[in-house]
């Protein structure tokens, strides 16, 4: 694979064209290589969501904490309770997500691209919305399987419910809620990820264009490990300020996804709440695993999203040059 000049010339010419791409082996590779992801992180975002949904007089106050408990309870199983729904859901969920995320990003790389602007600010632009597109898409399969896996995540901990399985939860929740409760806080599902998603993306886009011009050398090739140490440090970057911009929307969400039937509370209550406990930083509550997993996952995602599109292409028949 010639990936000469790939990331030196203009943006529309580095970017990998979805018609070109094997389908086949993007979704299924895809699939795969994400659930291992999803393996290697997810117990960051067990932590990450009971550190949220502590009440004021938890014993475990951070996250070290939390884990250590859960470790002593549950073994390494605490750490993936919810892993079956999460792994069950994120295989469509990835599919919808991917196939908007593509689609969109060539249609509106062709929108930016009268308007001559600089190829950080195309990047930026191009890629968020199509990352805001590809999350408001997901939301439809992800949101019920975040509320499932979350009162999986937290059953049995600071007074929450507990439950035999994800079927179980699905079923309590529709006696309690009917079925609008497996979509409760689905408003703020979206006002939370599809900035994210937006967030990231166009952090990422603008990012690596930004560091390659501070790298390039003129007319000599990247090498591989500079194009894969690019690309992470893009993903780290957008995983770090998409976590920072939307954490307190991240834990009004999850307060409201989790707490049952009878003590459920407004969307103003649960910030009222969280102000009179922790004050305003409460808001933030699980920032640190959440910054972790957010940075971690974003790195690991884009090699794997970068690999992905290489090798969907180069199976189609196509090179990159």
């Known amino acids: 694979m010639d990936t000469a000049g790939?990331?030196?010339?203009?943006?529309?010419?580095?970017?990998?064209?979805?018609?070109?791409?094997?389908?086949?082996?993007?979704?299924?590779?895809?699939?795969?290589?994400?659930?291992?992801?999803?393996?290697?992180?997810?117990?960051?975002?067990?932590?990450?969501?009971?550190?949220?949904?502590?009440?004021?007089?938890?014993?475990?106050?951070?996250?070290?904490?939390?884990?250590?408990?859960?470790?002593k309870t549950d073994g390494i199983c605490g750490l993936y309770k919810g892993f079956g729904t999460v792994v069950t859901g994120a295989i469509p969920t990835r599919i919808l997500f991917l196939t908007a995320l593509e689609t969109t990003k060539i249609a509106a790389l062709k929108m930016v691209e009268p308007l001559k602007l600089s190829e950080p600010t195309e990047a930026a632009i191009a890629n968020g919305l199509a990352g805001m597109t590809a999350s408001l898409c997901s939301q439809a399969i992800f949101v019920p399987v975040d509320v499932v896996s979350q009162r999986l995540?937290?059953?049995?901990?600071?007074?929450?419910?507990?439950?035999?399985?994800?079927?179980?939860?699905?079923?309590?929740?529709i006696k309690s809620d009917g079925y609008g409760g497996l979509y409760r806080g689905f408003g703020l599902s979206v006002m939370t990820y599809a900035p994210s998603s937006a967030v990231w993306w166009a952090s990422y886009g603008a990012s690596q264009r930004i560091i390659w011009r501070f790298l390039d050398d003129g007319n000599v090739a990247p090498t591989e490990g500079k194009i894969v140490m690019v690309q992470a440090a893009g993903g780290f970057f957008a995983g770090a300020t998409a976590s920072c911009v939307t954490t307190p929307l991240d834990t009004i969400k999850t307060r409201l996804q989790v707490m049952g039937h009878d003590k459920r509370p407004s969307t103003k209550q649960v910030v009222k709440n969280l102000i009179a406990d922790d004050g305003w930083i409460g808001l933030y509550r699980g920032l640190g695993p959440r910054f972790f997993s957010m940075s971690a996952w974003g790195t690991s995602m884009i090699l794997a999203y970068e690999y992905l599109n290489q090798l969907a292409l180069l199976c189609f028949g196509f090179a990159v040059d």
């Open 6 to 71: 790939t990331h030196t010339q203009s943006f529309g010419q580095t970017e990998i064209n979805w018609d070109k791409l094997d389908k086949t082996k993007f979704y299924v590779v895809g699939a795969g290589i994400f659930t291992g992801i999803t393996v290697a992180l997810y117990p960051i975002s067990v932590v990450k969501t009971r550190l949220q949904v502590a009440s004021h007089d938890a014993v475990e106050r951070n996250a070290i904490s939390v884990a250590k408990n859960l470790l």
């Open 153 to 173: 995540m937290v059953q049995g901990y600071s007074g929450n419910a507990t439950y035999t399985g994800g079927l179980d939860v699905v079923r309590k929740v």
